[in-house]
């Protein structure tokens, strides 16, 4: 025998609100059979999935297991219905798309008009988070898509091509760099280099392509690194250090609202990959392949 859909619910909602009485609610049925619910499914598994102390509902080794599998099930059975939903209509209904936030200000203002006049019948859910925690909610089927940039670990994941983004030095206007056409890697390593924070795939792109250490303050400590863009360019404009901005932040205005000027960077290919990826085997891969190639037109 194996578990039900039904019983995998009640195991998720279960471990979601910590008490039998709540997740009954829920789910929309008396307490009684949510508890019979997960009984059996102990029984099907042959373990205890929870606990039950005075505190609540504590979910067993047995029990996070069987959340863990749970979840991608119901997230593929919510799938499931979606594409029976949607034969022969792509981008239609619920898509759940993660957004990196030096792509999201700058792309989405121009593509989610067009997204709606292109398909109407799209009920679009957006994320925006930093890249690995985005690529573990798409591998988890917590998303269906995410737009992303490369370099970064895709194991177990496909994507479509969107863009190529050039990476570009920021510097504040009056900064003798300013007065060249172009800032080699080299001249920007000797300044006070001013980066996102760790975790921002941005940050690694840029001292990746210029093939350059994290700056420190002098000693072993990391220097100041800011939270977005918008705030690193306000740094930079104050006369704290120079950075890197992708082209596509530049050209959406951001530079403009701060003394900063922006010059091409003499390095190999200082740029990154815009793409839009889903979990290896997904049935969106038709949708994300066909948003991918919106997305080029906005």
């Not at 910590?18 to 059996?40: D, K, W």
């Not at 930093?130 to 994941?157: E, N, V, W, Y």
Request: hydrophobic share 50%; glycine share 6%; with cysteine.
């Amino acid at each position: 025998m194996l578990p039900t859909i039904r019983q995998l619910q009640y195991l998720k909602l279960l471990a979601e609100h910590g008490a039998f009485g709540r997740a009954a609610e829920a789910a929309h049925v008396t307490q009684p059979t949510l508890s019979a619910g997960i009984q059996e499914l102990e029984r099907t598994l042959g373990a205890p999935v929870v606990d039950r102390a005075r505190s609540g509902v504590i979910l067993t080794p047995v029990g996070e297991e069987a959340l863990r599998r749970a979840t991608v099930i119901l997230n593929e059975a919510e799938e499931l219905v979606e594409a029976a939903k949607n034969a022969g209509q792509p981008l239609t209904g619920r898509f759940r798309l993660g957004v990196i936030p030096t792509i999201a200000p700058f792309l989405l203002p121009r593509a989610l008009p067009l997204l709606r006049e292109r398909f109407p019948k799209l009920k679009l859910f957006l994320r925006e988070d930093l890249t690995q925690r985005l690529i573990a909610q798409l591998k988890a089927g917590r998303l269906d898509a995410a737009l992303i940039a490369l370099p970064f670990d895709m194991s177990g994941l496909e994507w479509a091509h969107v863009a190529d983004d050039e990476l570009l030095a920021a510097l504040p206007a009056n900064h003798p760099l300013a007065a060249l056409k172009a800032a080699s890697p080299e001249a920007l390593a000797e300044e006070n280099l001013i980066l996102l924070e760790d975790g921002h795939c941005l940050r690694e792109h840029a001292l990746s392509a210029c093939r350059l250490s994290p700056p420190r303050d002098g000693g072993n400590e990391e220097a100041f690194a800011a939270t977005s863009l918008p705030t690193l360019v306000q740094m930079v404009g104050s006369g704290l250090g120079v950075t890197f901005i992708p082209r596509m932040a530049v050209a959406a205005g951001l530079t403009e609202a701060a003394p900063v000027a922006v010059r091409p960077i003499t390095a190999d290919h200082p740029e990154r990959e815009i793409v839009v990826a889903w979990r290896a085997g997904s049935n969106r891969r038709a949708e994300g392949r066909l948003l991918a190639d919106m997305l080029k037109e906005a």
